[in-house]
């Protein structure tokens, strides 16, 4: 193990020797600290203002953000937090989740010698997409803010570095509740697609038809859709429910579920408390597609599928 950088191997501890301050000296020097710190507090105060906040807080949180978890059980650090809006306030609160993190990577492709994971491109993407609907006055919850899970995992929920298909049930699970527990408005699910031919691409967006609001579910995904189409220039691959692209079930128990678990309906046993808000999944990009994976895999190509996610919820939220 590296030893740190405090603590060289070769340098012998030293004590500490304080010397005794003259008795008539303490509480002059005192008296001198004490003004001195409040005459430099303005000045301090002045240049923290004239930097924008820059000051560094916690990791993973933007400046002058202030950000807080959902009040959920077994919730992994970084896992459904809420940041509210920076100006105005539309009143409405968008949820973000970037799809698979931690254990679970996604889609796996490569560009050149370098593999893209889903994992880190729907985070990359769902963070700046939660800076723009902040600024756009819109309170944001993410499902999570760093590579983790979204639920806390035990020893048992993995094997051989794999996430087990129940707890992979279980962290989609607590994804929608904590959209519940949010009383989000609107959920978007990222992720980003795969095929088993290279030259296949494009943009498709998912909802579910099955619930009482699925014309809602439907003006959404294909209002998403649209914005997608429009600012990467993809093909058009289309809006479809969710029924039609699910694969094997993750569980035995599942295996008659046919929905996403995210976005459909109740299912004793399976899905207990389902999602109570209109909500899409978006496939922007194939990420076994080289062209394809390259831009997903730039920070210029995250900033265009967040833009476009933007507009069409835009386009959602104006009713239009």
């Not at 105060?45 to 400046?63: I, T």
């Not at 993750?250 to 408390?273: F, Q, R």
């Not at 194939?286 to 390259?294: G, H, V």
């Amino acid at each position: 193990m590296t030893r740190p950088i405090a603590k060289p191997a070769y340098v012998p501890a030293r004590t500490r020797r304080r010397q005794r301050t003259p008795s008539l000296l303490r509480p002059a020097l005192i008296i001198a600290l004490a003004v001195t710190c409040v005459l430099a507090f303005p000045t301090v105060l002045q240049a923290v203002r004239s930097a924008g906040g820059s000051v560094a807080g916690p990791a993973g949180k933007a400046p002058g953000v202030v950000a807080g978890q959902v009040a959920m059980a077994g919730l992994q650090t970084g896992a459904c937090m809420s940041f509210p809006a920076k100006s105005g306030g539309s009143g409405k609160t968008v949820f973000i989740d970037p799809g698979h993190g931690g254990l679970d990577p996604g889609v796996v492709g490569t560009v050149g010698q370098q593999q893209v994971l889903e994992k880190d491109v729907t985070l990359a993407v769902g963070l700046r997409l939660s800076a723009l609907l902040q600024s756009d006055g819109y309170r944001v919850v993410m499902s999570r803010t760093r590579d983790s899970s979204v639920s806390r995992l035990s020893a048992s929920d993995s094997v051989t570095g794999a996430m087990t298909a129940s707890a992979v049930q279980r962290d989609l699970a607590t994804r929608a509740a904590c959209a519940n527990a949010s009383s989000a408005t609107v959920l978007v699910s990222i992720h980003f697609d795969a095929f088993d031919d290279p030259a296949v691409g494009g943009t498709e967006t998912f909802y579910d038809a099955q619930r009482p609001f699925v014309a809602e579910n439907k003006r959404l995904a294909s209002d998403l859709q649209a914005a997608l189409v429009s600012g990467l220039g993809s093909t058009d691959r289309g809006v479809w429910t969710d029924d039609q692209q699910v694969g094997p079930a993750l569980t035995a128990s599942g295996s008659m579920y046919g929905h996403l678990i995210e976005l459909g309906p109740p299912s004793a046993g399976y899905v207990d408390n389902p999602s109570q808000m209109p909500g899409a999944l978006v496939e922007p990009l194939f990420l076994t597609n080289a062209s394809e994976a390259r831009l997903a895999s730039t920070t210029t190509g995250q900033q265009r599928v967040a833009v476009a996610l933007q507009a069409g919820l835009r386009k959602y939220f104006s009713g239009a």
